[in-house]
């Protein structure tokens, strides 16, 4: 799990947590011990091995609470060795000595992790970590985290979508678990617990609840189905077995009156010793026919009627081929669909917009291998993949100036935007814009993130000069620093001649400015739905033509002197 993905931060604390769980509970044994401490002494190094995780598996907080629980477990398994061979009195004096050193042990190695991660601002934990504990802080210090859509909070219809009915189905596994609770079902709940809490946080960590769900969820069925099979099962084999029963206790009581009957003829000394037997198996036959009879009345009680576990078993069998549908249909069209190629249906029929890879193909087959494309970070990827141009900033995220450097071009005027791309040997502008076709992830609806993560490293950057009375509007009660700014421009050039209004149909409104023309971009191709934009950056001397012409007229008065002077320059060979 390291070697794939960062969320492996959540096994490594999940296991310290169960086990400390088990510590605390008085669940301790060997079995636990034998099973953790090889895990993090192997488990750290492999990660170690790892060339995006490094030293770090060893300098960060994520995994200093595995350490803390190793220590914890070693002194636990030293505590029960040294009561296996020690006297009582002698054990609490050694308990006294080893919880001493155990203490002053942790608290060293807490000083020592705490004078390492002092000199970090973070306190040795990563932007991420830090916005799952706390869901605020992103927005706060880190909105290049919390701009991204994946680290945003699910709505209650997300969870419907992915886990169905398995949400149902949850709460009675966990109450399952606790019947009776064991040292796997207490690491089911405590993984049930936190998966839930940290999928609240972020949408992507649907993948971390989504197998807690599905064990929770299977623990409820097989204890649904054991109740309804052993129902029926009772109520098919309860009338045969009475009757069984019935003949059984008629034929053992005609045995023993015939037995008593020889018995009699006995003489009296046997008669003496045999009765106490008799007793004695009486006693123990009357003392398990009633815990018998106990255990099949608390059957009787519990059983359902045969119909109604019947009608049962068919609608969980339903319930999960509905599921399994369910599961089938979210995978071919949730999470099958590209991102290129987008659908739409409507009363007329199916519609493809296919703008993003005529876009990408415009930029292949239309612009030099060496040109650069400035865009939000969102198409970096894909430009790269698939129009094989050299982009200023993709998804990988971690360069966080970079991006905000692009960030505060989109958001100044025209001018200056020019001049940050011109520094950055920029030649084109991509920008994605949904106000013709109502796609709502353009690059306008993202525009506010572009703002803050900018104004995070240009302090100049503002977010209140972009909103009127705290509204981010793009219609005629918008504010001037809104209506001039690069990313304004850049959609809404030229779309007044779409329907002559400027309709925008994503925010439902009519542009604030329309009529404007653009003096450092030059539009390039724009695609067949209007949803990827491409500008060219104009060159320097198109901006300066007034200087050009006079250094030009400098120059040529420069060089046409010596000619009017009549001098000839003599030839050095001869």
Request: with cysteine; aromatic share 12%.
């Amino acid at each position: 799990m390291v070697c794939s993905w960062g969320g492996y931060t959540f096994i490594i604390n999940l296991i310290p947590m169960h086990v400390l769980l088990c510590i605390v509970t008085g669940r301790f044994s060997s079995r636990l011990y034998i099973a953790y401490a090889p895990l993090v002494v192997l488990g750290t190094l492999l990660a170690a091995l790892v060339p995006v995780v490094g030293f770090n598996a060893v300098m960060t907080s994520e995994h200093f609470a595995s350490f803390l629980v190793f220590i914890i477990i070693h002194v636990v398994a030293f505590v029960y060795y040294i009561k296996g061979i020690l006297s009582p009195k002698m054990f609490k004096v050694a308990v006294t000595l080893v919880v001493s050193v155990g203490l002053a042990v942790c608290c060293a190695v807490i000083a020592v992790l705490i004078a390492l991660v002092a000199s970090s601002p973070t306190k040795g934990w990563s932007g991420r970590s830090l916005s799952l504990l706390d869901p605020t802080y992103a927005s706060k210090y880190i909105p290049i985290i919390a701009s991204v859509s994946e680290h945003q909070p699910p709505t209650w219809p997300s969870y419907f979508m992915d886990i169905n009915v398995l949400a149902f189905l949850v709460p009675a596994g966990i109450i399952a678990c606790f019947l009776p609770l064991s040292d796997a079902s207490s690491f089911v709940v405590l993984y049930i617990a936190t998966s839930v809490y940290f999928s609240g946080v972020m949408v992507r960590l649907m993948l971390v609840l989504a197998p807690a769900a599905c064990i929770t969820s299977g623990i409820a069925l097989s204890q649904a189905f054991d109740v309804f099979t052993g129902s029926i099962k009772f109520q098919l084999t309860g009338a045969s077995s009475n009757t069984e029963v019935d003949a059984a206790e008629t034929s053992s009581s005609t045995a023993e009156s015939q037995t008593d009957a020889v018995k009699t003829e006995k003489p009296e000394e046997t008669a003496k010793n045999r009765p106490s037997r008799k007793s004695k198996k009486k006693e123990r036959e009357h003392g398990e026919k009633p815990s018998t009879e106990a255990k099949a009345e608390k059957k009787r009680l519990l059983a359902l009627p045969l119909e109604s576990s019947v009608i049962s078993l068919l609608l969980l069998v339903l319930l999960g081929a509905f599921y399994v549908v369910h599961c089938v249909w979210a995978a071919a069209e949730a999470y099958s669909a590209p991102s290129i190629v987008l659908t739409s249906r409507s009363h007329d029929g199916l519609h493809v917009f296919d703008d993003f890879r005529e876009a990408y193909a415009w930029l292949r087959h239309n612009t030099d291998v060496d040109d650069k494309v400035a865009s939000w970070w969102d198409y970096g990827y894909q430009t790269t993949a698939m129009a094989n141009r050299t982009v200023i900033v993709d998804n990988n995220t971690w360069n966080n100036t970079h991006i905000a450097t692009v960030g505060t071009a989109m958001s100044s005027p025209e001018r200056a935007a020019w001049e940050i791309f011109h520094s950055l040997d920029v030649k084109y502008v991509l920008v994605v814009f949904g106000g013709l076709v109502g796609y709502p992830s353009d690059d306008i609806n993202k525009f506010l993130w572009m703002v803050r993560i900018g104004g995070g490293v240009f302090p100049h950057i503002k977010e209140p000069d972009y909103l009127r009375d705290g509204q981010y509007r793009i219609d005629s009660q918008a504010t001037p620093t809104m209506l001039n700014c690069l990313m304004y421009k850049l959609s809404y050039y030229r779309f007044v001649e779409t329907d002559g209004k400027g309709f925008d149909r994503v925010r439902q409104t009519e542009i604030g400015k329309k009529y404007f023309k653009l003096t450092h971009f030059e539009e390039a191709f724009t695609t067949h739905h209007w949803m990827v934009r491409i500008y060219k950056l104009k060159p320097p001397k198109n901006r300066i033509r007034g200087k050009t012409k006079k250094s030009k007229s400098k120059t040529s008065s420069t060089t046409s002197s010596p000619k009017r002077s009549g001098t000839k320059k003599k030839n050095p060979w001869q």
